[in-house]
């Protein structure tokens, strides 16, 4: 008679841990930078966040040079990284939840967190951050303008208000501290929207008051 052979099933613990490295595995896939051949030849890490990121940098340029063929190649190329990421991302975040179901079924208390890697930070992601802060802090520098010199459609802008106070009585104090203030506001917020701007390679629009131009 043949002996008879049983093989052993993985424990419970068994099975969180290797869901647990399949999901490790696909977040980092979804999420890390991964090394991407460039077109001369040299390798460049980055994720996939990154890789559209520049993508749509290179997009911009066509844009401004009115290259029709280079806008239309740079589209579809975007368009194709996004489905790629996309589908990335769920398989991470299908992979995660796996994981996490198969621990609270067997009453394992885990960090969802923990299967994802740190924030990126590639070459892209760094670039996008930059612009990012080079948006806000315009942004910012614009509000502290309009707060100034045209903060409501209907009532006195501040620096008319607070430079009538002061012709007619140059010691008002009050008058002469709150112009500082908002000088004070709009030279900060300026010079941080240069900081940003010199940081992203980039120079200053001063002329795009307005959010959306430039």
């Known amino acids: 008679m043949a002996a008879v052979v049983i093989k052993e099933q993985p424990t419970t613990q068994t099975k969180i841990d290797q869901a647990k490295a399949t999901a490790v595995a696909a977040c980092a896939a979804a999420y890390s930078a991964q090394p991407v051949r460039q077109p001369d030849g040299t390798t460049l890490m980055l994720c996939w966040s990154g890789r559209i990121a520049r993508a ?3 997009l911009a340029i066509a844009r401004i040079a009115r290259e029709a063929k280079a806008i239309e190649t740079l589209q579809n ?3 194709q990284l996004q489905a790629r990421y996309n589908a990335a ?11 996490a179901a198969l621990a609270s079924a067997a009453g394992v208390t885990v960090q969802p967190t923990d ?7 590639c070459e892209g992601c760094k670039a996008a951050q930059q612009y990012q802060d080079k948006v806000q802090w315009r942004a910012i520098y614009v509000d502290q303008l309009y707060d100034f010199i045209a903060p409501t459609s209907a009532g006195t802008p501040p620096v008319i208000a ?3 106070r002061l012709r007619d009585n ?3 104090r ?6 500082w203030v908002h000088l004070r506001r709009i030279s900060d917020a300026g010079e941080a929207y240069a900081k940003a701007c010199k940081e992203a ?3 200053p629009n001063w002329r795009a008051l307005w959010p959306d131009e430039g």
Request: hydrophobic share 35%; glycine share 2%.
């Open 201 to 203: 390679d980039v120079r």
């Open 162 to 164: 607070l430079l009538r």
């Open 56 to 58: 749509y940098d290179k």
């Open 89 to 99: 991302i769920k398989e991470a975040e299908d992979a995660a939840a796996q994981w």
């Open 170 to 172: 140059k010691n008002d």
């Open 174 to 179: 009050e008058a002469s501290d709150l112009l």
């Open 115 to 121: 299967v994802y890697p740190p924030t990126c930070t």
């Open 77 to 79: 190329g975007i368009n």
